[in-house]
C-alpha cells in the first residue's frame, strides 16, 4: 500500500468518512451495463443458487435453481441465464467502424494497411465482488466444453442451445478481466475501492454493504458504525439486515431459511410426481417461496450494486479512459469474429506460448494503467511524487545546449526547483506531457545550488544569464534574472536555515520532444516561471518482444503443444477410479 | 530441520575423500572440469551449474565460453542486466585481448559501458549483422529477444539463469541448440508486477524461473554446483550455506585467521564502534536499536546505519586476505549498505551525505546482486515493522543482503523481530504442481537471526 492511501486511510478514520483517492474515475462505465448478482450453493463447486440479472435496474430478471443438486433443473437456470446475456452481449456486435490496421500480408511477409471492423461500442458485465468475478469464471469454465445436440447428434446430456456459446463469452470475460485496467468485467467492490480509501483493511473493503457504507454513510451515523452494521446486524430471526454480495450465502440463511424450504420443495416434488393429490399445487407454493428467499438475498446487493454505480458515475471520466476502452472494444470485436469464424472454444490450459503472452500484454497494460491514471489526476500523481517517481516544481532557469553530435541537436537544461524528493540518479530517463500533450524525454543531469543563488542574490544570477546569453544570443537567454531571483528569494523567506529543505534545485537536460531541427520548435522547451511535472516511468511503455508461434516452442519448454491432445494438463490418477482430470 | 542434517553433509562438499583435509581448490577444480567436459563433450543439450554466492561463476563462464570459443563453437551469452553485459565482456576481452567479442547492445543513448571501447577485439553494435562471424556475441536477454531470422548459435551460456523468468527463456531459447545454464538458486526469484497465480503448477508457467521450466521439461539434464564460496569469509559460509544453501551446502575457499579486519583508532565505547569491533573479531554484528514499530524510513536506523559507516571510515580499517601481502585500508569503494526498499536506500544516501560521507555503494538487495564489497551494512528488512509480508521474509533478499562481504556484515535492527517472526508464520497459499521451496523465508530468517543474536551489542541513540 502506498503512503497516500495509508493517509487517505488514516484521515477517513478520523472523519469517519471515505476520502476520495482520485479526482476522476479511471475506468470506463457503459451507459448500459449488463448487472449480473449471482448466488452460489454452499458447500457445492459451481452450482448455481440464484441470480438476478438485467440492464434495468428497477426491473432484474430473477433466476433461480430450487434444487442446486439437481443437474436438469441447473442447465435450466444456465439456459435462462443465457438467454438473458447473451441478447445483450450480441446487441453490440453489428454497429461496427472501420480501422485501419498494419497486417502481415502471408505471400510477401510484408506489413500492409488492411481495414477491418471494429465495434462502435462493447458490452459491460458488472458484479458485486471480486468473488462474482472468480464465479462468472467457474460458470464459463463448466459452460464452454459443453455440446448441444445440434453441435454433436451423439452426445448422451446435450446442453440447451446458447449455454455453450455463453460459457465461450463467460471465459473471455473472465480473462479479460485480468488485463489491468480493462472495463468489459468489473466488479463493484474493486471499482469503489479504486476510487475511495476508507478506513478499513483491504480484506473488508471485499464487503460491497460496508464499502459503501464507508463511502456514502446515512446522515449522522460514523463510518466504521454503519460498515459494522452492514457486516453483522442481524434481525429478530437471526438474518443479516445486509445480506453478503454473494457468490456464497450467509450460514444462518442456508440453515434457518434455505434448507427447510428447500426439503418442502423436494417433498412436493415428491408429491407431484407420484400424482398425489394437490402435489402440483404444493410444488409451486414450494418454488414461489424458494424464489422469495433468494430474491430476499439478492435484492439488497442488487440495490447496492446500482447505488455504488450512481456514486462512480458522479465522477468525470478521466482522459486516458476512452483510449483503453478501445482496446476493451478490440478485444470484445475480435472474440466476436472468432466465434463467427467457428473457432472451437478456449482450451483448458494455455500453452507455453500463450501464458507467456498473456503475462506480457498485462505487464505492460499495468504500466500504461499506472501512468494514464497518474496523468490524468493530479492526486493519482501526488501519490506517485510522494513516492519519488515523479516531481513537480517551477522552471526557474533555462539554458540553451545543444549536443555534440555532427548535426548538433537542441539539449536545454532546464532547472527546476522542487519540493519533492525522486529517487533519481545521473542520466535517469524523465518524461513529461507538454501542454499541448505532447511527449517530451529528459534526462536527469545533476542538482543545482539553489542556496548559492539565493545566498549570492542578484550577482549570480545575472552572471548566470550573461552566460546564457553569450551561448545563445537568441534570446532564450531572456529568461529574465528577476525570475531567479524572485524563486530563490522566496525560498530563503520560506524555509531559513533549514539545509533539507523546503526546496531544491534539479537540472534536467531535454533530450526529445523539440522537433527536427537545431533549434527547439516554439513551445517545446518550457519557460522560466512554468509549473512542470515529470515522471521516472515511461507514459507509453513499449510491449514484450515477439514471441515464438506455438507450433515451435523450444526444447526448454516442452517443444511444440502435441496437437493430438490438445487437453494437456494433469493425467488422472492411476489409483483413483473416479479422477476424470 | 527437514531431511538430512546439513551440517553432516557440509563435511563432504565437493566429494572430498573422508580422512583427507578439506582441499577447497582442488574440489573447485574437479567440479570445474566436470562442468566444462559435460559442456563441451556431453551428449545433452543443456548443462545447469548452481552456484553460490562467490563461488567463482563469472571466472567459469568467461573460461567456459574461452574453451567453447576454442574448439570453434559460435557462442551467445545471454545475460539479465547491461551492467552483468559489460561485466563479462570486460572480463572476457581481459582474459584474452586476441579473442573476437561482440558486444550487441541497444539503441538508447549511452548503451554499454565505455570501457570496453578500450579492448581492441570487442565490437559493440545495435545490430546483429555487425556482429556476423565474432567468435562471441554477449548481450542481455531483452535485446537478443528481438533478434529474429538468424542461423541459430551451436552453443549458448545463459548467465544469473535463477534470475531469468521463464517467458524470457522462451524468447531466445529457439536462437541456441545448445547451451550451460550458470546462476545462484538462493538469490532473488524473478518476479511479475501482475498475478500470475492462473499459470501456478504449469510445468512452463511463465512467471517462474527459467531454470524451473528447463528441468521440469527436461529433468534429466547433468546438474553441477560449484562447492567453494571464495567470497565469502569462514566466518560466513557456514551460515549463510546452513541458512540457505541446507541441501547443497559449501564451504568457503579461505580459512579462519586467513581474512582479519583491525581499526587504526580504538573504540570510543559508542554502540557503532562496538559493533563494528564485533564484526572485525568475529565476522558479523548485530546492532541492536530499541524495539518500536517505525515507518519504512525509521529515521534512527538509517541514523545508526550511517553512523556505523562514518565509524568504519573514521577508525581506519584495514583488511587482512590473501588477495595482497600487505593489509589494505578500506575505503569507501569497498564498502556497501544494503536495504530492502528504495525509499530506505534514498534515506541512508541522504543520511551519509549529512555525515560528509562519499562513495560508499547504498542500493537495495536487488541491485546488490551479484556485487562484492569488504565490509558490508545491512539495514535488516523486518527491522520496526509491524508484519513480516512476503516481500520481506523473500529469502533470497535475505541471501542477498548477508552474502556481498569479503570480511565483515554489521545487521542494523531493531529488537523484536523473532517475536514478529512468531506472530507472522508463512501463509502463502500452496499451489498445487509447485515445487515447495526450502527453506522458506520464515525459517531462513530465524536462523540468521538466531547467529546474529550472538554477536549483539543493543544500543540506545
Keep these: 500500500m502506498s503512503l497516500i492511501t495509508t493517509l487517505a486511510r488514516m484521515e477517513a478514520v478520523r472523519e469517519g468518512r471515505a476520502q476520495p483517492l482520485t479526482t476522476v474515475r479511471h475506468r470506463h462505465l457503459s451507459e448500459r451495463p449488463l448487472a449480473f448478482v449471482p448466488l452460489t450453493t454452499a458447500g457445492e463447486a459451481g452450482a448455481p443458487l440464484g441470480a438476478l440479472v438485467g440492464t434495468d435496474r428497477d426491473a432484474p430478471r430473477l433466476l433461480i435453481v430450487a434444487q442446486p443438486r439437481d443437474r436438469d433443473l441447473r442447465f435450466a437456470f444456465l439456459a435462462e441465464l443465457a438467454e438473458e446475456i447473451q441478447p445483450y452481449l450480441d446487441s453490440y456486435g453489428d454497429e461496427v467502424e472501420l480501422e485501419e490496421r498494419k497486417e502481415t500480408d502471408p505471400e510477401t511477409g510484408k506489413k500492409v494497411p488492411v481495414q477491418v471492423e471494429l465495434c462502435q461500442d462493447a458490452p459491460q458485465l458488472l458484479v458485486p465482488s471480486a468473488a462474482g468475478v472468480a464465479f462468472v469464471r467457474l460458470l464459463g469454465r463448466s459452460m464452454r466444453f459443453r455440446r448441444t445436440a445440434e453441435q454433436d447428434p451423439e452426445t448422451p446430456f446435450p446442453a440447451p442451445a446458447r449455454v455453450p456459446l455463453l460459457g465461450r463469452w463467460l471465459t473471455h470475460y473472465g480473462e479479460r478481466a485480468r488485463v489491468p485496467g480493462s472495463c468489459l468485467l468489473l466488479s463493484l467492490t474493486e471499482l469503489l475501492s479504486r476510487h475511495w480509501a476508507t478506513g478499513q483493511s483491504n480484506l473488508e473493503d471485499q464487503h460491497l454493504g460496508s464499502l459503501l457504507a464507508w463511502i456514502d454513510p446515512p446522515a449522522g451515523v460514523p463510518g466504521a458504525e454503519a460498515a459494522l452494521r452492514a457486516e453483522s446486524e442481524r434481525d429478530e430471526a437471526g438474518q443479516l439486515r445486509c445480506p453478503p454480495a454473494g457468490p456464497s450465502t450467509d450460514p444462518a440463511f442456508d440453515n434457518k431459511l434455505l434448507a427447510p424450504a428447500m426439503s418442502r420443495y423436494d417433498a412436493a416434488r415428491a408429491e407431484a410426481a407420484q400424482g398425489v393429490a394437490g402435489g402440483a399445487a404444493r410444488l409451486r407454493l414450494a418454488e414461489a417461496e424458494l424464489r422469495g428467499l433468494v430474491e430476499s438475498q439478492l435484492r439488497p446487493t442488487w440495490d447496492a450494486l446500482w447505488h455504488g454505480v450512481d456514486l462512480l458515475r458522479a465522477l468525470p471520466e478521466g482522459t486516458r479512459v476512452a483510449d483503453r476502452w478501445k482496446r476493451d472494444r478490440w478485444s470484445y470485436t475480435g472474440h466476436r469474429d472468432r466465434v463467427r469464424a467457428g473457432e472451437p472454444p478456449q482450451p483448458k490450459l494455455d500453452d507455453a506460448v500463450t501464458a507467456a503472452q498473456k503475462l506480457a500484454a498485462r505487464e505492460t497494460a499495468q504500466a500504461q494503467l499506472d501512468a494514464h491514471e497518474a496523468l490524468d489526476d493530479p492526486l493519482v500523481m501526488a501519490g506517485r511524487r510522494l513516492a519519488g517517481e515523479a516531481f513537480a516544481g517551477e522552471v526557474i532557469d533555462v539554458e540553451m545546449a545543444w549536443s555534440d553530435a555532427k548535426v548538433p541537436r537542441p539539449r536545454p537544461l532546464v532547472t527546476i526547483r522542487t519540493e519533492d524528493r525522486p529517487h533519481l540518479a545521473e542520466r535517469v530517463k524523465l518524461h513529461r506531457v507538454t501542454a499541448d500533450g505532447r511527449a517530451q524525454s529528459g534526462e536527469f543531469a545533476g542538482l543545482a545550488d539553489l542556496d548559492d543563488a539565493a545566498d549570492l542574490d542578484g550577482a549570480a544570477d545575472v552572471d548566470g544569464t550573461a552566460d546564457v546569453d553569450g551561448a545563445d544570443g537568441s534570446g532564450e537567454g531572456g529568461s529574465g534574472e528577476g525570475g531567479s531571483g524572485e524563486a530563490g528569494g522566496a525560498d530563503v523567506v520560506g524555509d531559513p536555515g533549514d539545509t533539507d529543505g523546503p526546496g531544491h534545485a534539479l537540472v534536467v537536460r531535454l533530450t526529445g520532444g523539440m522537433g527536427r531541427g537545431k533549434q527547439p520548435e516554439p513551445g517545446t522547451v518550457p519557460e522560466k516561471g512554468d509549473r512542470v511535472c515529470w515522471t521516472l516511468f515511461e507514459h507509453a511503455p513499449r510491449g514484450g518482444p515477439e514471441l515464438p508461434d506455438p507450433e515451435s516452442t523450444p526444447w526448454t519448454h516442452g517443444g511444440p503443444p502435441d496437437a493430438a491432445a490438445p487437453a494437456q494438463g494433469p493425467q488422472p490418477d492411476p489409483m483413483t477410479e473416479e479422477d476424470y482430470l | 530441520m527437514i531431511g538430512a542434517d546439513p551440517a553432516a553433509a557440509a563435511a563432504h562438499p565437493g566429494r572430498a575423500r573422508a580422512g583427507e583435509p578439506f582441499d577447497p581448490s582442488a574440489a573447485a577444480a574437479r567440479a570445474t572440469e566436470a562442468i566444462l567436459h559435460d559442456t563441451l563433450h556431453g551428449a545433452d543439450r543443456g548443462v545447469v551449474v548452481d552456484s553460490p554466492p562467490g563461488a567463482g561463476k563469472s571466472t567459469l563462464v568467461v573460461r567456459a565460453a574461452r574453451e567453447l570459443a576454442a574448439a570453434g563453437r559460435p557462442l551467445m551469452v545471454v545475460a539479465q542486466t547491461n551492467a552483468q553485459v559489460d561485466d563479462l565482456v570486460d572480463r572476457l576481452a581481459t582474459a584474452d585481448p586476441e579473442l ?49 531470422n538468424v542461423e541459430p548459435w551451436r552453443h549458448a551460456i545463459v548467465d544469473e539463469a535463477y534470475q531469468m523468468r521463464s517467458d524470457a527463456l522462451l ?24 498475478g500470475a497465480d492462473q499459470w501456478a503448477g504449469l510445468s512452463y508457467d511463465p512467471s517462474a524461473s527459467a531454470v524451473t521450466t528447463l528441468l521440469a521439461h527436461n529433468p534429466r539434464l547433468p546438474q553441477h554446483r560449484l562447492p567453494v564460496s571464495w567470497r565469502l569469509p569462514a566466518s560466513a559460509a557456514p551460515l549463510v550455506s546452513h541458512a540457505f544453501y541446507p541441501y547443497t551446502p559449501f564451504r568457503s575457499g579461505t580459512g579462519h585467521g586467513e581474512r582479519r579486519l583491525s581499526f587504526g583508532v580504538a573504540s570510543d565505547g559508542s554502540g557503532p564502534d562496538r559493533v563494528l569491533d ?50 589494505q585500508p578500506v575505503a569507501a569503494d569497498r564498502i556497501a549498505v544494503g536495504t530492502a526498499h528504495r525509499d530506505q536506500a534514498a534515506a541512508v544516501r541522504a ?32 527491522s520496526g515493522r509491524p508484519d513480516a509480508t512476503a516481500f520481506h521474509l523473500e529469502t533470497g533478499r535475505l541471501c542477498v543482503l548477508a552474502s556481498r562481504h569479503r570480511q565483515a556484515c554489521v545487521v542494523v535492527c531493531r529488537a523484536g523481530v523473532a517475536e514478529l517472526l512468531d506472530e507472522h508464520p508463512s501463509t502463502e497459499p500452496v499451489q498445487l504442481g509447485v515445487t515447495v521451496k526450502f527453506p522458506d523465508g520464515w525459517e531462513a530468517n530465524h536462523a540468521v537471526l538466531a547467529h546474529l543474536s550472538e554477536h549483539r551489542v543493543s544500543w540506545r541513540p
Design chain 2, 351 to 382: 543520511a551519509l551525505a549529512g555525515l560528509g560521507v562519499s562513495g560508499v555503494t547504498v542500493d537495495t538487495a536487488n541491485r546488490l546482486q551479484g556485487r562484492e564489497f569488504d565490509v558490508t551494512v545491512v539495514l535488516h528488512p523486518l
Design chain 2, 278 to 327: 564485533e564484526a572485525a573479531a568475529s565476522g558479523w554484528g548485530l546492532l541492536e536499536l530499541p524495539a518500536r514499530r517505525t515507518p519504512r524510513t525509521d529515521p534512527e536506523a538509517v541514523a545508526a546505519v550511517a553512523q556505523v559507516v562514518r565509524r568504519l571510515l573514521d577508525r581506519g580499517a584495514v583488511a587482512v586476505s590473501e588477495r595482497s601481502d600487505e593489509p
Design chain 2, 171 to 194: 524468447a531466445v531459447a529457439g536462437l541456441f541448440e545448445r547451451a550451460l545454464f550458470v546462476g545462484d538458486p538462493g538469490q532473488l526469484d524473478p518476479f511479475s508486477v501482475v
Design chain 2, 100 to 148: 573476437p567479442v561482440g558486444r550487441l547492445h541497444s539503441s538508447d543513448p549511452h548503451p554499454y559501458d565505455p570501457v570496453l571501447d578500450g579492448h581492441e577485439s570487442v565490437r559493440a553494435s545495435a545490430k546483429i549483422a555487425d556482429l556476423a562471424g565474432l567468435d562471441i556475441v554477449v548481450s542481455t536477454a531483452a535485446k537478443w529477444a528481438h533478434i529474429k
